[in-house]
């Protein structure tokens, strides 16, 4: 009697023939390897230099992320009165307020931290402006939870906002006094915005590794090639 | 030119960094994560017991007709006679003539126009005063007012303007000093009546359909008055008290939004009728200067002339002089 591994006898690990090569879904696979390989991606050693609480506040941000969306999901699970009328959902709303407060003080000091590191030399600049927008995003998000809540806050808030957003035109479409639709953005675009470029922040830095200190006597200019001002990410050769 | 010399570049040490050949050290990504991830669960969690979160209830037009319905009907005669801060408004609201907010020719609110279009005089006023069942009086004061002349109509709302500048409240009741208002007095008085009961509020959220999620034209009338303004510098809130990035209460509020709010205090925006639009001009400019600094010549050099990197790396340099 056979036992059904759930692999099939005739597949093989990897497609190699010719055709299979052509395949889209070969093709990304074989690209994310090689931009991605494990070791890289999930590395267990990091350079000597990174030895400083500065590093910290980046995983710090991610995983007050994490809080944001966890304590943003109950509240999305019971809706949006529900914190209004019961003492264990106002808790629930204290936390999902002190987790976005948190998420801006430790994003703030890595922007800041990456800034006095120049974090964009050797091919980094991309991962700097991810890490840029996902910040401004973020900014868009927390402004229309704000407007989401449903109490004087939200009131006082829209009104003031609307004269900026309408000044530039966006208020044709970006209504800020339409309760129904920034609760939309809060909890559907905007995160879906900030899961995409904050990810894509967070491969980046997995792709390019951790930037380099100033070399000492960095101002003495020298001719190098591209290829050799990109320090290896994660593990050395 | 050969190939070689093609890809070679310039060293430039605010844009390239040298391969980095010295040691590596144990690194757990995943032990690191789990342990920030409960450490900012300890963090929140003492937040939120110590400090809670702010929870204002909202004002309606109900409160608002009830606590001060001298306010609430001087608002109305202003929505009546479009001299309110949402009928002279212009884009996306309405089409009032040179009110919209622009830097030369740059004027993006009129190219935009009006796509959530108002009328405080019918919208605000004379349409809910038609939903209202059983009230002849009323009915026929707006059939009065509606058929009326526009000189005569200005005529009655300026006259009820004058008057409602000396109203009183009693107990709640508006009183209003009798003059030559003809059915605008009638029409404003039961327009308060029906907010005091409630009815205005829903009638203004109101789009024709059971479920409603549009708050535009209650809130837009509920600015227009000086009782959510008051209510919001009372709590800090107004626009010369760093407005918006604030909230209720002794919370941190939007603090990362200092920056924007801090330009309006800040001449010329302070003082400019087209402020709204300058300071986001000057955001955006912000905005998109700090996504591309690093092709900025000056401003990405910052960090190397500034040296906070040497604070940042000590332990490194440190070494690296021992060496």
Known sequence: MSIDTGVPAHAPAHASAPEESRQWTARM????????????????????????????FGVLTVVSLAWV????????????????????GHFVNSLHLWSVEAFFFFMVIHLWGKFFMAAWRGNRRLTWATGVISFLVSVGAAFTGYLSQQNFDSQWISTQAKDGINSTGA??????????????WHIVLL????????????????????????????????????ATTTAPAGEPA | MSDDTKKARRFK????????????????????????????????????VVFSSPDEPAITLKTWSAVDPVDFAQTAITELDGTSGTASYGPPYNSTPDSSQHIGFFEPEQW????????????????????????????????????????????????Y?????????????????AGRYGPVGIMVGSLTDMAQTGGLDGTLLSEGQFYNTNYTKPLLFLADGTYLADKADAQHLSGDQWGMMNETGNYPGQAWLWLYTMWYQVYPMNQSTNGDLEVWVIMMV??????????????????????????????????????
Not at chain 1, 31 to 56: G, K
Not at chain 2, 161 to 177: F, I, S, Y
Request: glycine share 6%; charged share 15%; hydrophobic share 50%.
């Open chain 2, 161 to 177: 303007e004058k008057a409602v500048a000396n109203a009183t409240d009693v107990n709640g009741r508006l009183h209003v000093p």
């Open chain 2, 13 to 48: 040490p605010d844009r390239d960094v040298k391969e980095w050949k010295g040691a590596y050290v144990p690194y757990d990504i995943l032990k690191e994560a789990f342990v920030a991830f409960l450490a900012v669960a300890v963090l929140i969690v003492l937040l939120a």
């Open chain 2, 286 to 323: 912000l905005s998109i200067g700090l996504i591309f600094l690093p092709f900025i010549p000056i401003l990405r050099s910052i960090p190397r002339w500034t040296r906070v990197y040497k604070l940042i790396w000590r332990r490194h340099y440190r070494e690296l002089a021992g060496t």
């Open chain 1, 191 to 226: 995160p879906i915005g900030i899961a995409i470029i904050a990810g894509l922040h967070v491969l980046l830095v997995r792709r390019h590794g951790i930037v380099p200190p100033f070399a000492v006597g960095d101002d003495d200019a020298a001719a190098v090639t591209p």
């Open chain 2, 112 to 159: 935009f126009g009006v796509h959530q279009p108002i009328d405080t005089a019918q919208d605000f006023v004379i349409g809910p005063l038609r939903t209202l069942p059983n009230t002849p009086v009323t009915q026929a004061a707006v059939s009065l007012y509606q058929n009326a002349s526009g000189a005569q109509q200005n005529a009655w709302t300026t006259a």
């Open chain 1, 29 to 56: 696979r074989h690209a994310a390897e090689s931009a991605f390989p494990p070791d890289q991606l999930l590395p267990d050693r990091q350079p000597a230099y990174m030895a400083s609480w500065i590093y910290v």
């Open chain 1, 69 to 88: 969306i966890i304590t943003g999901c109950i509240l999305a699970i019971m809706g949006p009165s529900w914190w209004h009328v019961s003492s264990t």
């Open chain 1, 171 to 184: 208020g044709s479409v970006f209504n800020v006094l339409n309760f129904g639709q920034m609760l939309m």
